[in-house]
């Protein structure tokens, strides 16, 4: 089973976005997980929950859900967590396949 996590991004600083960018993968890699794609939002067809304006996002696949857990709580991410928060307001979630 593959499980997926999905960030949903508005950049507000490219700057501090290229500095957690190159550092990220890193801590993924650690616990399992591969960034699978990266890209721009080009079109939103309907946004009936409100959401907050992104503008990018990311696919991230974990070999399970624990994996990702353990990623997102783990301290090598949560060191990058001020140069996220320069970088960039995000919605993070997971989905199970």
Known sequence: ???KVIG???L???NAFEQ???QVG???ELFKGQIKARGVITDIFWNELHCMPFN???ELHF???EDAHA???SPQYQSLVPIRNQAMKLTLFGISI
């Open 56 to 58: 990018t996002f990311v």
């Open 1 to 3: 089973m593959t499980f």
């Open 26 to 28: 890193q801590t993924v």
């Open 8 to 10: 949903l991004m508005e």
């Open 20 to 22: 957690y960018r190159q």
């Open 71 to 73: 990623w997102v709580h």
């Open 63 to 65: 070999s399970s859900k």
């Open 12 to 14: 507000t600083d490219q």
